[in-house]
């Protein structure tokens, strides 16, 4: 028994080992097939980023005082301002983007997009630059990594301003050379340019916006284009629907993650008119304060990078109200963890550091790190006022109302929003923020 057993087993591995070694060598070849392939196209996104054609638009943007002015608002509400302009020259000449994923991009650039004829888009055709801001494809073929926004909904009279406004004499886009900084793509950036990334499709028709005096239409309006809300008020950049806004994942539910100029995430709100944990209960007023102003209906500062919309006007803004009370709500509590963190100088610490470290979370609490970034200057440049203002009281005055000293700035009026005893520790942290890196 025991001796037939041992007879058969020799033999019986072998014809399975046969088997099975034709199994695992035709195995071993798809796998290293699918390896190949895989690396090839992993080669081929690295070697060979895509090339689109270009589009030649005939077009010549007639320019006039009035579409300037309306350009220039346009360019602040849709944030090429904030994006393209550099704190050291003062213009678009372009900066680098804290806020992108190093994942996707280890560094990225904005472009220089002033009327420089060599680094700039002085030499651009009006047609050239329609193409690229509704598709994202250059003059050369090259598509912009999604970070640079493209308009397709933008009616045709609104991009046309935009266009006037980067032609201008406006001292923002004055020619000024900037040697072109290109920002690079991480290996999964370019496999994305390659494979998932697209440019948008070209408007098979003109766009005319509809009337301010047709509220919920306008108000759409502003949502999906002109002020682009959706994107960032969605569940998911991810997952947007370009073509039809209003099927994109949580439409305008908010809980997206979107970074600050710390280059924090912020999750964005419900504008839904869910009444507990969206717009429901809020009045057409007290909407119109926070988008404008930046402050809720309790107090609470809107931190960055949600902007404050100052050139929509109260009108375009209550459109905006009028509109979202017609979207479906949704119910979708805000994450906790969202919570402002509290402020922990601890007791041990020396009275110097206590001191900072008070200033550095009261400076996370109010907000400001959500424009400022962790060294003063992003959004906009605090490391100035240490040089400017000789006293904390003119400092303290800045912060309380701003645009007491710069009319149409877009820093936050914080007066009624700091408490009294939070100011000098504040003050002491933003002199320390000029200091440690001098402007
Ligand atoms: C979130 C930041 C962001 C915003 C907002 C933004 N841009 Fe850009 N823009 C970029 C980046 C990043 C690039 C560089 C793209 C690249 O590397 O190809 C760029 C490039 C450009 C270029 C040059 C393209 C080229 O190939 O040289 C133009 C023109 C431009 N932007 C115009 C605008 C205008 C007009 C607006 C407002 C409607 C705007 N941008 C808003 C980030 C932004
Ligand atoms: C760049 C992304 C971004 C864009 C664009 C944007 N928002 Fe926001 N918004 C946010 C984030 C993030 C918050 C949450 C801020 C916070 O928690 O302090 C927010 C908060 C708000 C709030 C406060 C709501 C609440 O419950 O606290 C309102 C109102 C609002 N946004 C309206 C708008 C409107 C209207 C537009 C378009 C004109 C817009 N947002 C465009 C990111 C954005
Ligand atoms: C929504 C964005 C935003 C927030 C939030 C914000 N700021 Fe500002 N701040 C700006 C901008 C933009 C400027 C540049 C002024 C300009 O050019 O309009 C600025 C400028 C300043 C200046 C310099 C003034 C000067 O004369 O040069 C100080 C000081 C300052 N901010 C302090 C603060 C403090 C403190 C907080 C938090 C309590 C804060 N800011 C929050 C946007 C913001």
Redesign the pocket.
Known sequence: MVMDETKVLPTAPTKRSGRFRTLLRATLVVVGLLIAAVGGGVFYALAFPPRYPVRDVELRVESSPERVARGKA??ST???V???SNPATGRLT?RR?AE?PSALSPA????N?TRDVKTG?GA?SDGE?VA??RTGV???G????P???R?PRLADEDLFD?LAY?RSDDPAVEATTASPQ??SLSILGKILMRYAWRPMAYPAAPIVAPALSDRVAYGRYVVQAKGSCFGCHSANFMKLDEQQPERSDGYLGGGNEVYDAAGSIVISANLTPDRETGIGRWSEAEFVRAVREGLRPDGTPVRGPMQLYKELSEAEVGAVYAYLQTVPPLHRPRPTTDAPKAITASAEASSDRAATLKGRALYERYGCRSCHGDTGVDIGDLRQADNKYATDAEIEAWIRHPEAFKPGTKMPAFGNVIASDDFPPLIAYVRQLGRRSKP
């Open positions: 346009l360019a849709l944030e090429c904030i994006c393209h372009g983007l992108i990225a650039y904005t472009a997009i888009i651009w630059l690229f801001l250059n003059r050369q090259r598509l912009a990594p970070w640079m926004p308009l935009l980067l290109t920002g």
